[in-house]
């Protein structure tokens, strides 16, 4: 039978008869109605820091079971090294880069059509957009109240009247830095804590992101 129809489901029985007697055999032919692809659960826009893995979604249904294929800013997908695929609609990315983002689309396929499914995937470089000028500010304002903190205790102790000197004392007040000197002094020290500061929050979010990503 070419060209089966669902017209065609039904019983059908098989006569085979000669002088000795007669056979019969039946079946019945069930005819399945292709279905076109659909997607049961899709992605939307994504946004991941560079240097992270992440895996995208696109879960086909249908009859019969779907071909997915990917595509990035309409050229179709290979696999390599760092990204790889399987018929469940998976796209895995490792070590994803700043130039993996752009837009991605899935689509699936059968003999009763194809479906396609669009999403943008959003790189972010963690040292370049998560450290942001506020956050710069921040570390710089945070490192101007430790170091005028600390200097202020310094020159409290080595001013206390009260306390006796020892000779590291006497000779830190003899070579105790003028005005302009000074004020080059703490701005060095500013300088070095804020990027201490800076350093050690990119660090920790480093830290949540991979922790996150396991």
């Known amino acids: 039978m070419n060209n089966v129809k669902p017209d065609d489901e039904g019983y059908y029985s098989c006569l085979a008869q000669n002088s ?3 056979i019969e ?3 019945r032919l069930h005819v399945n109605q292709p279905t076109k692809p659909f997607f049961k659960i ?3 826009n994504i946004s991941v820091f560079e240097d992270h893995p992440i895996t995208l979604e696109c879960f086909a249904h249908g009859d019969p079971k779907p071909q997915v294929i990917w595509f990035k800013n309409g050229q179709r997908i290979a696999t390599d090294s760092r990204a790889y695929f ?3 609609g998976y796209l895995a990315i490792t070590h994803v880069k700043l130039s993996d983002s752009g837009e991605y689309i899935c689509k699936a396929m059968n003999i009763a059509g194809s479906v396609m499914h669009n999403f943008f995937l959003s790189v972010k470089d963690i ?3 998560v450290i942001s000028n506020t956050v710069i500010k921040d570390a710089i304002e945070a490192a101007k109240n430790d170091i005028s903190k600390q200097f202020q205790n310094t020159l409290n102790n080595l001013n206390d009247k009260r306390k006796p000197k020892t000779s590291a004392d006497l000779l830190a007040l003899l ?3 003028k005005d302009k000197t000074l004020n080059l002094v703490l701005s060095e020290e500013i300088y070095e804590r804020a990027l201490g500061i800076i350093f050690l929050y990119a660090n920790n ?3 949540n992101l991979t922790n996150q990503s396991e």
Do not use: E, L, V
């Open 175 to 177: 070579r105790f830095p």
């Open 86 to 88: 399987d018929s469940f």
């Open 25 to 27: 055999s039946t079946a």
């Open 205 to 207: 979010i480093t830290f």
């Open 20 to 22: 000795a007697g007669i």
């Open 42 to 44: 899709t992605q939307q």
């Open 127 to 129: 040292y370049g957009t």
